[in-house]
């Protein structure tokens, strides 16, 4: 475990004393043998997923949502993932989900993400194995400026479908947004309604998503993963693509938004991480799940845009447990 970091007075981040890693350390799952759904669920796996996927329950999982190491040269506290040509990281991605599609049932939908780089090798890899319903982008609205380029502010989200029976939620996510210019029909508001707040319409989700906002030190979901995604955009797949009770699976868990987002919306879960710490920041991130089960920028039952969550909803519970 590395030293602790010495931290400001109002920073959120989620971290582990030694004594808390070694108490959550024995929640963590092992396996050495094959293993039935109901002693997988709702557990965290503390092992590398490409060598236990054989192991985990034949077409247990209703949403897979994988963000594996994209091809960059980059740290993930004691493991490091070495770049490489692009075929070769489409030939290990492709060995990944060749072990995988065996977890999914027919109905079973699939996320993939990627940066700009890595996002031609996924679409290569997933193209003829499953069915490609659309290609999400979302905004980064964090990182550092290029001198001589543009800034990278996007990355990409594959969504697939085993076959073209799957579940789509339409209107567990849709998104409210401020008008801008109210239309009005003799007199009365066309597709929109006004508040106290302000007047805002309930928009369709569309394969663009600007309103999230990456995990930063004054967040309580923040921890010190490097590539950690919103829980706002786990909650937006998760209703969209599985119903409560479904089975929810990351293969590549980091620090837990997928386990901790599938429990705060009542849906069953497990996960893969290879590296302890983190492992061990999934255990606890769902340990305050039960206490704190908000997610940010999402409440009473729709998304909002980035910074208009009103002061009166965001003291609502945000969304009740299905």
């Keep these: 475990m590395p030293p602790e970091k010495e931290r400001a007075p109002r920073n959120r981040t989620i971290t582990l004393t030694r004594e808390e890693q070694a108490e959550y350390r024995k929640r ?13 669920i709702d557990r965290t796996i503390h092992q590398d997923c490409l060598q236990i996927i054989d192991f985990l329950p034949k077409q247990s999982v209703d949403l897979l949502f994988i963000d594996p190491p994209y091809n960059l040269n980059k740290t993930f506290n004691t493991h490091r993932f070495k770049k490489t040509d692009l075929e070769t990281y489409r030939e290990w991605l492709d060995a990944c989900l060749a072990k995988l599609t065996d977890l999914l049932k027919p109905t079973s939908a699939i996320y993939i993400c990627s940066d700009w780089q890595s996002s031609p090798a996924v679409f290569a890899a997933v193209q003829h194995r499953f069915q490609v319903q659309n290609r999400i982008t979302w905004e980064r609205e964090k990182g550092r400026g290029a001198s001589k380029n543009w800034k990278n502010a996007s990355e990409d ?5 085993v076959s073209d029976k799957f579940t789509f939620n339409l209107a567990a996510v849709k998104l409210k947004r401020k008008v801008i210019a109210p239309y009005t029909v003799e007199g009365q508001p066309k597709d929109w309604e006004v508040t106290a707040e302000g007047n805002y319409r309930l928009t369709h989700p569309s394969n663009l998503w600007t309103d999230l906002t990456v995990p930063f030190w004054s967040m309580p979901e923040n921890t010190d993963h490097p590539t950690q995604k919103p829980e706002k955009l786990m909650a937006k797949i998760i ?45 606890k991130r769902l340990h305050l799940a039960e206490t704190q089960p908000a997610i940010q920028g999402y409440a009473a039952g729709v998304f909002w845009e980035r910074n208009t ?11 009740p447990r299905y």
């Design 157 to 161: 989200i594959w969504f697939c479908t």
């Design 239 to 283: 209703l969209a693509s599985s119903n409560p009770g479904e089975v929810v699976f990351d293969p590549f868990l980091g620090s837990g938004t997928t386990s901790v987002v599938a429990r705060k919306l009542g849906r069953n879960y497990f996960g893969v991480e290879i590296d302890e710490t983190y492992a061990c920041l999934a255990e």
């Design 28 to 40: 963590l799952l092992r396996l050495d043998r094959p293993i039935a759904l109901a002693e997988v």
């Design 309 to 319: 969550l009103n002061k009166q909803v965001r003291t609502q519970a945000s969304h």
